[in-house]
């Protein structure tokens, strides 16, 4: 275990560790990470009633362009450096188990982590392009997301009925929202 968590690492071989527990999922490039993918988190543990979040660290995001991606070990430090909460856990889980699309990370988090209750953590700017994902309405039939509000898309979503329950997605709407992203940051360190 490192920087205080309360939990290690999970292991791409699954573990008795994660029996039972309820674990929500934020996926991304983490380009850099920042403030509001911690804020997102820590919402997402108070209101999901969850034992832990975990950061999976993308190798490469497919909607993205690989250009100028520092080296996943380099982003998982500053991930580290940013999460400072125990129940957000830091992984590389996509790059051991060799998945970029969220469809095929669950699917082997499914096989490895079977007593494990996954929720797939994203904010509203991702529910504007859900759409693109791969195999996204089979996502929604089989796995729970969890869309948490962020700025700009939180005035697009806000028609959307909330619904709490099991195995559908659910929309967090009436938390304070950080305007803040990765892309941002990214254009302010070039500029």
Same mark, same amino acid.
């Given at each position: 275990?490192?920087?205080? @968590? !309360?939990?290690? @690492?999970? =292991?791409?071989?699954? &573990? @008795? !560790?994660? *029996?039972?527990?309820?674990?929500?999922?934020? &996926?991304?490039?983490?380009?850099?990470?920042? +403030? &509001? #993918?911690? #804020? +997102?988190?820590? +919402?997402a543990l108070r209101r999901l009633n969850l034992d832990a979040v975990w950061w999976l660290v993308s190798p490469c995001n497919p909607l993205k362009s690989?250009?100028?991606?520092?080296? +996943?070990?380099? %982003?998982?430090e500053k991930c580290?450096?940013? =999460? %400072? #909460?125990p129940r957000i856990v830091v992984s590389g889980l996509?790059?051991?188990?060799?998945?970029?699309?969220?469809?095929?990370?669950?699917?082997?988090?499914?096989? $490895?982590?079977?007593?494990?209750?996954?929720l797939w953590i994203c904010g509203f700017d991702n529910a504007v392009i859900f759409h693109k994902w791969?195999?996204? *309405?089979?996502?929604? *039939?089989?796995? $729970?997301? @969890?869309?948490?509000?962020r700025p700009p898309a939180e005035t697009l979503v806000r028609r959307v009925p909330a619904s709490r329950a099991p195995g559908q997605t659910v929309w967090i709407r009436d938390v304070?929202?950080? =305007?803040?992203?990765?892309?941002?940051l990214r254009r302010r360190a070039d500029g």
């Open positions: 275990m490192t920087g205080g @968590a !309360l939990f290690p @690492a999970p =292991s791409p071989l699954g &573990g @008795a !560790l994660w *029996r039972t527990k309820r674990v929500g999922i934020l &996926g991304g490039s983490f380009n850099p990470p920042h +403030i &509001g #993918h911690r #804020h +997102i988190s820590l +919402i690989p250009d100028n991606l520092p080296s +996943i070990k380099e %982003r998982m580290r450096a940013v =999460s %400072r #909460h996509e790059a051991d188990f060799g998945t970029r699309r969220t469809c095929d990370t669950l699917n082997v988090l499914h096989r $490895r982590f079977p007593e494990t209750d996954f791969e195999g996204w *309405r089979d996502l929604l *039939r089989k796995d $729970r997301f @969890a869309f948490i509000a304070p929202t950080l =305007s803040i992203s990765s892309s941002d």
